[in-house]
């Protein structure tokens, strides 16, 4: 059990992992900071936190589990205000959805408290953010990626990996690169494919009657089109390179059916829609 946590960040992400460790009974105490004066009486008024932090320093000083669930881009400015509140026994975690750019950060701020860092990447969320949309089941039964450094603390790890366990998640370890293509496949291509289809519906004249005209399957398909702006700005910004190889390939085979509905050929369309109707049937979520 640890004695506190101390919540840098009391959003979603942040709120959930409080109210987890809470119900799982892992944590005596939870200090928590955000930006927002707002945010943070909401949070104690949830029992997300159970006092309040004036900043990161102050939610890290006398922690020994600090969870950082601030955008990826704040992610060096934030370490580097809270690393003298460190203790070398702190287990420190990120929440980021990319982690090239967050391993960068934590090895720029952290100095001689690097080894105290575990990086994570729960895959669980909502299209809505706040606070106010903390879910203590957010992370049963989902995957959890953490990519340690070279300098991680053998301690620290195994810590993270017991305590996302505990909380019914399944951890996964890779490397950082690995962590990035992959997702910029599965997560930050896709998002912003819906983003791009509601800009291009948007786009035409008769935007609102077609939109009044959608179903369940366009509903489905464009659901992560309503996350967080500023999130998944600084995603898609800092894992550009890969989003950028996984589009090429997107490309390729968005060509190959125009190509087919420009020749009129139905064959080679029927294969193209079999070949992914398969795929998709035979791939499962991994909970």
């Known amino acids: 059990m640890f004695d506190q946590l101390g919540l840098v960040g009391c959003g979603l992400m942040g709120g959930s992992f409080a109210l987890a460790l809470k119900r799982a009974g892992l944590v005596r105490r939870v200090v928590g900071f955000s930006p927002s004066e707002a945010t943070r009486q909401r949070a104690l008024a949830m029992g997300v936190i159970d006092a309040v932090a004036l900043g990161a320093d102050q939610a890290a000083q006398g922690s020994d589990v600090v969870l950082l669930a601030v955008p990826v881009a704040a992610t060096q400015s934030t370490l580097a205000g809270m690393a003298e509140a460190l203790s070398p026994q702190t287990l420190l975690m990120d929440v980021g959805s990319t982690k090239r750019d967050v391993v960068q950060a934590a090895e720029l701020a952290l100095g001689d408290k690097l080894a105290t860092f575990v990086p994570a990447h729960p895959i669980a969320g909502k299209e809505v953010a706040g606070v106010a949309h ?94 967080d702006p500023a999130v998944w700005r600084d995603i898609l910004h800092a894992n550009r390179d890969q989003l950028l190889l996984q ?19 139905t064959a080679a369309l029927e294969q193209l829609i079999t070949a992914a109707s398969q795929s998709r049937s035979a791939w499962s979520l991994k909970r």
């Open 134 to 227: 903390a879910d203590v089941n957010l992370y049963t039964g989902c995957q959890v990626i953490l990519t340690p450094m070279e300098k991680t603390g053998t301690a620290q790890l195994a810590q993270a990996q017991a305590l996302w366990t505990a909380l019914g998640a399944h951890v996964r370890l890779m490397s950082a690169l690995d962590h990035d293509s992959a997702f910029a496949a599965v997560s930050h291509l896709p998002h912003m494919l819906a983003f791009a289809a509601m800009n291009a519906v948007n786009s035409q004249a008769q935007a609102a009657h077609f939109l009044s005209l959608a179903g369940p399957g366009f509903r489905d398909f464009t659901r992560i089109a309503a996350s």
């Open 247 to 265: 589009s090429g390939h997107l490309r390729e085979a968005l060509q190959a059916f125009e190509s087919a509905l420009a020749e009129g050929d």
